[in-house]
């Protein structure tokens, strides 16, 4: 099994220093096409975590307050049930709240221990309301402003509603641009296995008639694309962490507007797994595309 293992990762080398520039070239690809999807997935979840009070429609939140009792609590969901204005709504109590908190400044642990001694019982319960129309919003957050055991209306800001919009369009753009370095990377590492296998076809006819499987064959090839998928995987996870960086550090805690924006390392490191992923899923599904048509003898 290890003389096996040495014959593979012999021939691999040869064959990645034998075509070095074509393997450099699918490298760059890959990384850039990663890159470019790792980026996309940052951008999205700093904008879910930062706006995810405003999703699904909902254009106000009520704020109650902290003491607010169960009676004033229930009248006020009873109007929004009535309330043909309102499309849907949510009910968010103190512990709610409370994990809320600790979720969006998980990165701030200063305020996050704060929360911590002070307990669920110090944040207001709220609802989360959705109108029928967003032009309504200003009218429902009138309307409830007065309300026993209200403490505040807040509704989401045109910028808040375009920086959705503009996110949205954002995300669908570096998908198109992902998906065409996708297929130059693919080409490139089919072409780089071709080269490889053309250069070595008699040697590949020979182990056909003396027995070797196809798979015997292919081996070495797909370590190659593996290889490369997941060289240019490392240098686009680590293009990708220096952006969370910059993206948390040195915009989201330098500006008001972008309270409640991060990225964390959880969402940092599932980006990165899955752009190993398919960096070896790149390699491997392009090498074997190059190969097919020279295991026929």
Known sequence: MFTRFGYFARETLVSLRRNLLMTIAGVITVTVSLCVLGSALLLSRLVDHGTQQWE??????????????DAQIASVQNTLKEDRDVKKFTFLTKQDAYEEFKRLFQNDPDLVALGVDVGPEALPPSFRVAPQEAELTETLADRYRTEPGVNEVKTATEAVRNLLSATSWISRGFVGVFVALLAASLFLIVNTIR?????????????????????FVRIPF???????????????????????????????????????????SGDAWQIAFWVFVLGGLIGVVGSLFGLRRFLEV
Not at 57 to 69: C, K, L
Not at 197 to 213: C, D, N, P
Not at 231 to 260: E, Q
């Open 56 to 69: 699904n429609g909902v254009e106000a939140e009520i704020f109650m307050n902290v003491d607010a009792t």
């Open 195 to 215: 080269l490889a296998t053309f250069a070595r076809r008699r040697e590949i006819e020979v182990m056909k008639l003396v027995g070797a499987s196809n798979w």
């Open 222 to 264: 797909m370590l190659e694309g593996l290889v490369q998928g997941l060289i240019g995987a490392a240098l686009a996870v680590g293009v990708v962490w220096g952006l969370k960086i910059v993206l948390t550090d040195a915009i989201v805690r330098n500006s008001d507007f972008t309270v409640g924006f991060y990225v964390s």
